[in-house]
């Protein structure tokens, strides 16, 4: 059983920056695939980030140029730093993690992003 924590969110104001984390934790021997989503009121989840283990990185185009996707291995953790951020940014952020490539995904519970004046 594998358990995301993510921590992070908040209310930020079109311009500003915030930083999501997320830490998994359970029997893991190693997280093929890190990353997040997120889900926007009334719209589907989407792709935000991913980082597989090995350091292959791709962002959702809309985000591009302004979000970082970072992870520590040996942490177990992964990184979301989110620069420029703009009120369609808002949404809940959900931390993924698969511990193979043709593994059940796991999902934390979510964080709250507001961009908002």
């Known amino acids: 059983q594998v358990q995301l924590m993510e921590s992070g969110g908040g209310l930020v104001q079109p311009g500003g920056s915030l930083r999501l984390s997320c830490v998994a934790s359970?029997?893991?021997?190693?997280?093929?695939?890190m990353g997040w989503y997120r889900q926007a009121p009334g719209k589907e989840r989407e792709l935000v980030a991913l980082?597989?283990?090995?350091?292959?990185?791709t962002y959702a185009d809309s985000v591009k140029g302004r979000f970082t996707i970072s992870r520590d291995n040996d942490k177990k953790t992964v990184y979301l730093q989110m620069n420029k951020l703009k009120p369609e940014d808002t949404g809940v952020y959900y931390c993924?993690?698969?511990?193979?490539?043709?593994?059940?995904?796991?999902w934390g519970k979510g964080a709250l992003v507001t961009v908002s004046s």
């Open positions: 993924h993690a698969q511990m193979s490539l043709k593994a059940v995904p796991n």
């Open positions: 359970g029997t893991i021997y190693s997280i093929y695939i």
């Open positions: 980082s597989t283990f090995s350091g292959t990185i």
